[in-house]
């Protein structure tokens, strides 16, 4: 049974995700201040995931952060009220693995844990499977049985990770560049439009007919491998 550790001084989205963690068959230790939970660090760094809100009494989640980085690997999320590109970046640079800013979808907070820890359960690297294909998302390389077809560029894995993680989910181009390329960027919805084909190209037996990346007129796409 994974164990994760969080982090978080409100008291009802921190039993929120305490009780349907724990739904999901995890072992749950919940600390309501950083003070608290920088006294518990050898508890932090001996999880399998650390989910860390950033405005806490005492010591901030990005403290938290820090320390346990100095001691470990283990997989931290960042939550936080915070959601502009340069605090994502800072949680990001101190060591954080994932960022996920409030108010968030629990399914997709769901979602991002248990990528997580699949990261953590295949030694550090996360696995995307498309139809036959699978996607090392630290390597870049996309393989086929044993043999490797091709390695991707860091912005086509960054959007595979985007879908996977809204997987089934309709995303508008909007929300992809926003996600992406960031709201002060000039990229236009064509942008995303030649990665889909070039995905399309990569990863279906019919490029014409796609089972994996779909397009939803007048809207974006949806992903389902």
Known sequence: MNRICIVEDEESIGELLKMNLEMEDFEV????????AMEELDQLISSDLLILDVML??????EIC????????VPILILSAKGSTSDRIQGLKLGANDYLAKP?????????????????ENGGNQILKIGKKEVNLDTFDVVEGDKKVKTLSKREVELLEFFSEKEGQVVSRDEILDRIWGTD?????????????SFRKLFELDPKDPKYFHSIRSVGYKFTP
């Open 29 to 36: 230790h919940l600390f309501n201040d950083g003070g608290r």
């Open 104 to 120: 968030f979808d629990l399914e997709e907070l769901l979602l991002r844990v248990n990528n997580l820890l699949q990261k953590l």
């Open 57 to 62: 009494p005492e010591k901030s989640g990005l």
């Open 66 to 73: 820090e320390a346990v980085r100095q001691k470990s690997k």
């Open 185 to 197: 960027s000039f990229t236009t919805s064509r942008t995303i439009d030649n990665y889909i084909l």
